[in-house]
């Protein structure tokens, strides 16, 4: 009977996910449409190209902006007052791997190899596809600075002390926070989750080196957004980012919560704020070089900032959802290879249907 109730659960919970992907595809079908009908409006002398100072445009970049900064906030601190259906979280994060693996391969490398070829029709050289090994390289970078203060933290006979709870991706190894499990110690060592990194920062200098780390990739992320030539590229790259940011912080906040279940409101809030803070940070970049630049120096501005996106969010979507995903504190009926998959092949799948109407 119990197992008959988790099987129940588990297809509950990828119907969720399915409902989600529909409402995302139409979300994304309906601003395609405008977003034509403005790029044709704002169309600058006969070359059809869009205008980036155009205030519709910055008006969506800015919603964007706070709507991104309201909701990774929000699920930052929301395991603060509620809680979340760990299936959900399992599932949810694998379907937001597929929709940034999706995204990154058919949207932005496509986008930035289109501009690349427009401004150097000559050259055959892959300049999108080079360009995109080195934001996967410089974000890989950014995790070995993280790895390195982890590293650097653990040589502290406190930090010590307080990692030797277990916890793996914001799983405790044990009831009473000692874990005599080798294999789980063992992982727990390996561990790069953005929980495990925030609890073996030794001192305040580490733990804001840390975030400046992890808030990385997302400043790039919020660029995309601010670099985005029409409405609708700038909202279908809202969505697609914050399926990531908002699952990575509520993650963030229940194992913040895990390994220090009398955490005050304001530690929460602050670890949530700067987490939030990183991309609509990014969303401001973008902004004021679409406000400084035209011509080909912003469509040179947009290729290699979609190119190097485009590493980011492969390295992103491999690296941290895909292959570690969320881990629930306890075993959850979802939590099967057939489902993770089928999660992937969702995101995936809305992203390949987005794309008819992109193109």
Known sequence: MAGGRAAAGARLHLLLLWLCAAATTAWAHGGGGGGDSDADTDADGGEGK?????????????????????????????????????????????????????????????????????LVPDSSYPFAFMLACAGYVLTMLADCAISFVVARGRTDPAAAAVS???LEEGKLGSTNGNSSDPSAADAARHDHSVASMLRNASTVGDSVLLIAALCFHSVFEGIAIGVAETKADAWKALWTISL????????????????????????????????????????????????????????????????????????????????????????????????????????????????????
């Open 50 to 118: 869009p205008d980036l100072r155009a205030r519709g445009l910055v008006a969506a970049k800015l919603w964007c902006l706070a709507v991104v900064f309201a909701g990774t906030l929000a699920g930052g601190v929301s395991p603060y007052f509620m809680r979340w259906n760990e299936a959900f979280l399992v599932l949810g994060t694998q379907f937001a791997g597929g929709v940034f693996l999706g995204t990154a391969m058919m949207h932005f490398l496509s986008d930035a190899n289109e501009t690349f070829g427009d």
């Open 164 to 166: 030797s709870g277990g």
């Open 244 to 359: 990531h940011k908002i699952f990575a912080a509520i993650a963030m906040g229940i194992a913040l919560l895990r390994m220090l279940p009398n955490r005050p409101f304001l530690s929460c809030f602050g670890y949530a704020f700067a987490f939030a803070i990183s991309s609509p940070v990014g969303v401001g970049i973008g902004i004021v070089i679409d406000a400084t630049t035209q011509g080909r120096v912003a469509d040179w501005i947009f290729a290699i900032s979609m190119s190097l996106a485009t590493g980011i969010f492969i390295y992103v979507s491999i690296n941290h959802l895909l292959s570690k995903g969320y881990k629930p504190q306890r075993p959850v009926a979802a939590d099967t290879p057939v489902g993770r998959l089928l999660a992937v092949i969702l995101g995936v799948g809305v992203i390949a249907v987005v794309m008819i109407w992109d193109t």
